[in-house]
Nanobody, 115 residues
């Protein structure tokens, strides 16, 4: 197990940008495909983006493709999500975790996009 702490969320106007961070402790992440997920009110948690262990391969949900960029710094045991051109429908709590066989979920970070 690793402990995951997400940060960087906030309130932003539509069209704005935010950069989320996910710091892992207790276990190194460099062997794992990592991912970002989000959960909007009254909705199921959904996949946003994932990145290979070495960082060379990424994949995105269609709803964020071209606007969000996932990256990682294995030396810092941290995963990032750069979010540009934010839309009100991006409003959600954002979480990071392994892409499969999840560790315990962190508290997430709230992103609110106003129109």
């Amino acid at each position: 197990q690793a402990q995951l702490v997400e940060s960087g969320g906030g309130l932003v106007q539509a069209g704005g940008s935010l950069r989320l961070s996910c710091a892992a402790s207790g276990r190194t992440i460099n062997s794992y495909v990592m991912a970002w997920f989000r959960q909007a009110p009254e909705k199921e948690r959904e996949f946003v983006a994932r990145i290979s262990a070495g960082g060379s391969s990424t994949a995105y949900a269609d709803s964020v493709k071209g606007r969000f960029t996932i990256s990682r710094d294995n030396a810092k045991n941290t995963v990032y999500l750069q979010m540009n051109s934010l839309k009100p429908e991006d409003t959600a709590v954002y979480y990071c975790n392994k892409a499969l066989l999840y560790w315990d979920w962190g508290q997430g970070t709230q992103v609110t996009v106003s129109s």
